[in-house]
């Protein structure tokens, strides 16, 4: 089956919403400024799955397939970062995204040997992002991973594993380079 035929049969009850999605997060992604930063927040607080408060939605940043996406309380995130939905992502409280991370929520089935790999289906794997996390640029956070409260990816890792509350990890793929002082709560 070609890719596009695929994609309509896969996302046919969706195609209006990645539509619009697209045409407007076109229009609004890269415009500076407050009003602009303001009107990006109305936007996806329309089309997340949830947006609790107000977030700072940096310009240049690329939500696709936003209705599987839920933020929480001071969400911050900034220039060039993408987040992939699809699958599903919950991010808490507190939690900063830096330039040019990348969150996906869904692995092509590669294991599907007998069709060409444009032609493989995609396993949705929802990731989940605690409370109070800092996920620094360039980083990547896979599919099916679950990041604790609290937690530290440095610049540049690839977290391909869960990483448990406190700690700081980076390198590729991931890994504890050490942890935090849990005793300080976000006010």
């Not at 045409?23 to 947006?51: A, C, E, T």
């Not at 995130?77 to 699958?87: F, K, Q, T, V």
């Not at 995609?122 to 360039?138: E, L, M, Q, S």
């Amino acid at each position: 089956m070609h890719p596009l035929h695929r994609f309509i049969k896969n996302y046919k009850r969706r195609l209006v919403f990645l539509w619009v999605e697209e045409m407007l997060g076109w229009l609004l992604r890269s415009l500076p400024g407050f009003l602009p930063g303001l009107l990006r927040y109305w936007f996806y607080r329309l089309i997340f799955r949830q947006l609790k408060s107000f977030a700072l939605i940096y310009p240049g940043v690329r939500f696709t397939h936003s209705y599987g996406i839920a933020a929480g309380h001071k969400f911050s995130i900034n220039s060039g970062a993408l987040i992939d939905g699809r699958g599903g992502v919950t991010i808490g409280d507190h939690v900063m995204i830096g330039p040019y991370a990348v969150i996906v929520s869904s692995d092509h089935d590669f294991q599907q040997t007998a069709k060409p790999m444009t032609s493989s289906d995609h396993i949705f794997k929802p990731v989940t992002i605690g409370n109070d996390v800092w996920v620094g640029a360039h980083a990547v956070i896979c599919a099916g991973v679950t990041i604790g409260n609290g937690v530290v990816v440095a610049a540049g890792a690839v977290v391909t594993a869960d990483v448990k509350d406190f700690e700081i990890v980076g390198g590729v793929p991931a890994e504890v380079i050490g942890t935090r002082n849990s005793s300080i709560s976000p006010s």
